[in-house]
């Protein structure tokens, strides 16, 4: 035996421990209790918190473990959307105790949208809870309350705010769980920035846009002027800086307005949810014919801007017949191809250019594919699976392929930035970090082009645009509207693409009207240099000072060497036919 008189060594063994005594143990016990009564009363406390804060939770099941949705602004920290506290007003009918039909009456003169008869409807049915208004003004939530009935309740529920309004609805757009089909399976919708950042923005992250809303207003308020005007269906317009992409407005009209949620999942089938500038995708007409100049430009077919065009004759292809809308009736100047926007002339460059080089040059600018832009609603351009002779032709002045505005905007940055597709972005760039991005045609091409968009606005189809002292430079392209199958002869799409100030490019901007009517605002013509180019003109003037170009009369790139090679020298506003 050792000391402790047991058989055992218990070297290597933990001392037995001690039997508590009964009292000790009914301590333990009561504390145990204490416990779990203490435990079991901050349950119940922060669930009696949570229905005073959060009295719909009950119902829906759900209360937003996040806090409020991100805040959306512009570039300049102007609110664009925000997470804001409003009320609710709900009724109980279970609880009322007062009576239903004098209640009745008095919401039926609070909450004139339904009638009184509607409303004992409601407070006599079998519904245990009904919302009446949300959101609702604090002046009627302080008039409900005022009734003193326990069956009305007053509920505080987060709701999303655009303080703009309408502005930039497609871009900002919406994210909301509605109901589909008979089922009433709800499910999760939405388009524009609020859709596609819809995790970022729900985890409560603010996020900053390139949009300026001044820039975006302006875009707006003259597409909407030009529409009235010319009784068109719809507008598209986006104005993005030339050397980083970064989109300064981005408008499709007609407009929506986010603030006005959505019934069901059905009315995001609405036409006018479509952002025309993203996802529409359209032929573009003469718009294309700077890109044809440039690959000429590159493939070495134009080398000498003396060079000589023949366009005396209709061009017959295949079948087709290409002809001008002005013709003619003379060999022509390479700057004069593209003043004139002669289709005859294009085509003839194109035709030396050739199919191995027109698709590959179409693909370096994105043509075969959607735009990486943020939002979910991109469309795919249409382009010809076979590269026949006449389509080589037809497409260098935008006939028989389809892309997005914003498409040709890119394109039309790269044509004058130096050379450099940038992608479009709605996010600001970093500016520690090199802007991405890729040379389709050199510098020397891109310094070219440039003099012939500005020799377009001074001398050829796009006078209309001329903004005094901002150098305007582009084309106008106008093209017969693709419906089904095939055209609408009696309707357009007319399309200024535009580059400011020429000498020194900056921005550029793509105007479209979608089936414009001749009007007197138009002279009575139905194209693009009367329909769109003079919103091009007034948008111009009206950002520029906003966005730091600041008109300079008598400062202008340097067209010298061009201007003589024109031989029709015409007023400003005279040739607008394309």
């Not at 700057?335 to 191995?356: H, K, Y």
């Not at 260098?396 to 940055?413: K, S």
Request: net charge positive; proline share 7%.
């Amino acid at each position: 035996m050792n000391a402790f008189g047991s058989p055992f060594d218990r070297s290597g063994f933990e001392p037995l421990v001690e039997r508590p005594a009964p009292l000790a143990v009914a301590q333990q016990r009561l504390m145990v209790l204490m416990l779990l009564f203490m435990g079991l009363t901050a349950v119940i406390a922060g669930r009696l918190v949570q229905l005073c804060l959060f009295p719909h939770a009950a119902r829906t099941g759900f209360a937003d473990p996040n806090g409020p949705r991100g805040q959306i602004i512009d570039r300049n920290g102007v609110p664009l959307a925000s997470t804001v506290k409003l009320w609710a007003v709900a009724v109980n009918p279970r609880h009322v105790i007062g009576d239903k039909n004098k209640l009745a009456e008095q919401l039926a003169q609070l909450m004139p949208e339904k009638t009184a008869d509607q409303y004992r409807r409601i407070l006599f049915g079998r519904s245990a809870f009904a919302y009446l208004r949300r959101p609702a003004s604090p002046e009627l939530a302080q008039a409900v309350n005022a009734l003193g009935e326990p069956g009305m309740e007053l509920l505080s529920e987060s709701h999303r705010l655009f303080p703009q309004g309408n502005l930039a609805g497609h871009l900002l757009g919406y994210s909301q769980v509605v109901a589909t089909g008979k089922s009433g399976k709800e499910t999760l919708t939405g388009i524009g920035v609020e859709r596609y950042f819809d995790d970022t923005l729900k985890a409560g992250h603010p996020l900053q846009l390139t949009v300026d809303a001044r820039v975006q207003a302006a875009v707006e308020s003259e597409l909407a002027r030009r529409m009235a005007e010319t009784s068109a269906v719809g507008a598209a317009g986006i104005v993005m800086d030339v050397d980083t992409g970064e989109v300064m407005a981005m408008a499709s009209l007609p407009t929506i307005n986010p603030n006005a949620p959505l019934r069901s999942a059905a009315d995001a089938n609405n036409k006018d949810m479509i952002n025309k500038v993203t996802l529409g995708t359209y032929e573009l007409g003469s718009t294309f014919k700077m890109l044809t100049f440039a690959n000429a430009i590159e493939s070495g077919v134009i080398t000498d801007m003396h060079q000589m065009i023949d366009i005396s004759h209709p061009l017959h292809v295949g079948g087709f017949t290409i002809h001008d809308d002005e013709p003619k009736h003379r060999s022509v100047s390479i700057p004069e191809v593209m003043t004139f926007s002669s289709n005859i002339g294009t085509a003839l460059i194109a035709d030396q250019i050739g199919g191995d080089r027109i698709k590959p040059f179409f693909d370096k600018f994105g043509f075969n594919d959607r735009t990486s832009i943020e939002l979910r609603e991109r469309g795919l351009p249409q382009v010809p699976k076979y590269w026949a002779r006449t389509t080589v032709m037809t497409t260098a002045y935008g006939h028989g392929i389809a892309v997005t505005p914003l498409h040709l905007a890119q394109a039309y940055a790269a044509l004058a930035n130096g050379g450099v597709l940038h992608p479009a972005t709605l996010i600001p760039r970093d500016p520690r970090q090199p802007v991405p991005g890729k040379r389709v045609i050199s510098e020397a091409t891109s310094a070219r082009i440039r003099q012939l968009m500005r020799m377009v606005v001074l001398q050829g189809t796009g006078t209309n645009a001329d903004a005094p002292g901002l150098r305007v430079g582009g084309k106008t392209g106008t093209a017969e509207k693709v419906s089904g199958h095939g055209y609408t002869k009696n309707a357009n799409v007319t399309v200024f693409a535009g580059v400011f100030p020429m000498d020194h490019p900056r921005y550029t901007m793509v105007l479209l009207l979608d089936d414009a009517k001749a009007s007197k605002a138009t002279a009575g013509f139905k194209t693009a240099g009367w329909m769109v180019a003079p919103a091009g003109k007034r948008i111009a003037a009206r950002i520029g000072p906003l966005l730091g170009v600041k008109p300079e009369v008598g400062h202008d790139i340097d067209v010298s060497d061009l201007m003589p090679l024109i031989l029709e020298k015409k007023t400003p506003g005279k040739n607008a036919i394309d």
